[in-house]
């Protein structure tokens, strides 16, 4: 019983949150390399063995693989899942077939292509967000202080019961969660609170506690704190709706917000303010989709969301073997061709003499893929996220 609990209480939520990111992630890729005009020969979710699978009349090969970590779309001209040209297949073919790979494509189209995986998972998180929103709605408090904790940086800063928090560091704040979600990702970093009281304003600087905190379900989640509490009748608790506009708007501020979040909390561990305990990889993953699970469909839907964001960023980062390392051979090509150093049209060249490899992406990945690196960001999606 304890198996099949497993089973159907994490890695079926799992294997669903993580596939529907993965297919809208590649999903990006597919449609507008086929905009522009690049052909494509697979199409799968998950690696490893083929268990079931269909080929469209384009040619393309449609499955669901084995191992549920990831996906790929194999472009036609690559040598394998990674996007590395096949040299000597492209090399015979016609100029009319090259245009139609990924490596002959123009520079703007190669870019284009690559750069659609992350922005489509920024798209979905928008999108799921803004969904929930409309639906649901968000509960709301005003940043009024109903208590300030004995101990904490408030109190030293000098913060009383009834001030009204109006801004953060310059920034204006308008409910609860602003100043929650903005002092949690700043621990041992000094802000500047500024709180309203009878009628003025007053400026008061304040260093968050780094703070260990336990969630529901018992993960250890490190947070700064400052120390303050409001109640119903101080933060005047309520329901806020959204138009399906307005809800797009909160979409995009939520996801921004993840963004923020996530470039700051990689900015603590450099700094030293937060442990990297805070990552996780697909058991993590895995563990928290179950425990969503539990909250019902919509914490399901929310930590997608989330992951989706996480997908997106982690794909841009400039690692060769991710998209966003593709980008930035790109950007090179680009300035190599603007300076008159090197064609910025494809990375399919005539080869140089004397045997040499033709330069640009295919010479630099052949010398980071000493063991034929297949597994590019779609296989490991969620190798690394954030609680």
Not at 3 to 20: H, K
Not at 173 to 181: G, L, P, Y
């Amino acid at each position: 019983m304890a198996f099949i609990g497993l089973i159907t209480g994490y890695i079926v939520p799992f294997i669903l949150v993580l596939s529907l990111l993965v297919f809208v992630h590649e999903m990006g890729h597919y449609l507008v390399g086929r905009w522009c005009g690049i052909r494509s020969t697979a199409f799968s979710i998950g690696f490893g063995p083929e268990l079931v699978g269909f080929t469209d009349r384009r040619g393309t090969r449609w499955k669901i693989s084995l191992i549920p970590l990831g996906g790929y779309v194999k472009f036609f001209g690559d040598d394998d899942v990674a996007s590395m040209p096949d040299a000597d297949s492209v090399s015979h073919m016609s100029e009319a077939d090259r245009a139609t790979t990924l490596a002959g494509a123009k520079l703007w189209k190669r870019a284009a292509t690559v750069a659609a995986g992350p922005i489509a998972n920024f798209i979905l998180a928008i999108a799921i967000f803004a969904v929930l929103f409309s639906v649901y709605g968000k509960m709301i408090a005003d940043p009024v202080v109903a208590e300030v904790k004995p101990d904490s940086a408030a109190q030293a800063a000098g913060v009383l019961p009834g001030d009204r928090l109006v801004a953060l560091d310059g920034s204006k704040v308008s409910t609860f969660d602003d100043v929650r979600r903005y002092v949690g990702i700043r621990p041992e970093t000094r802000i500047v609170v500024t709180v309203e009281r009878n009628g003025q304003r007053i400026d008061l600087p304040m260093v968050p506690k780094r703070t260990e905190m336990t969630d529901q379900f018992g993960n250890k989640i490190e947070l700064g704190l400052i120390g303050i509490v409001t109640d119903e009748q101080r933060g005047h608790f309520r329901l806020e709706t959204f138009t399906p506009i307005e809800a797009i708007h909160e979409g995009v501020k939520e996801t921004g917000n993840i963004v923020t979040g996530t470039f700051r909390y990689i900015g603590n561990l450099v700094t030293g303010r937060m442990k990297a305990d805070q990552l996780g990889g697909p058991v993590r993953v895995a563990q928290a989709s179950g425990q969503m699970a539990t909250l019902g469909i919509a914490a399901v839907i929310q930590l997608a969301a989330v992951l989706s964001v996480s997908i997106g960023l982690l794909n841009l980062m400039p690692v060769p073997v991710l998209d966003g390392g593709h980008l930035v051979f790109y950007a090179i090509e680009a300035i190599r061709g603007k300076l008159g150093t090197g064609g910025a049209g494809g990375c399919i060249s005539h080869r140089p003499r004397h045997g040499a490899e033709p330069h640009g992406i295919r010479h630099v990945q052949r010398h980071i893929q000493p063991h034929r690196l297949i597994l590019r960001m779609d296989a490991i999606n969620c190798l690394f996220t954030i609680k």
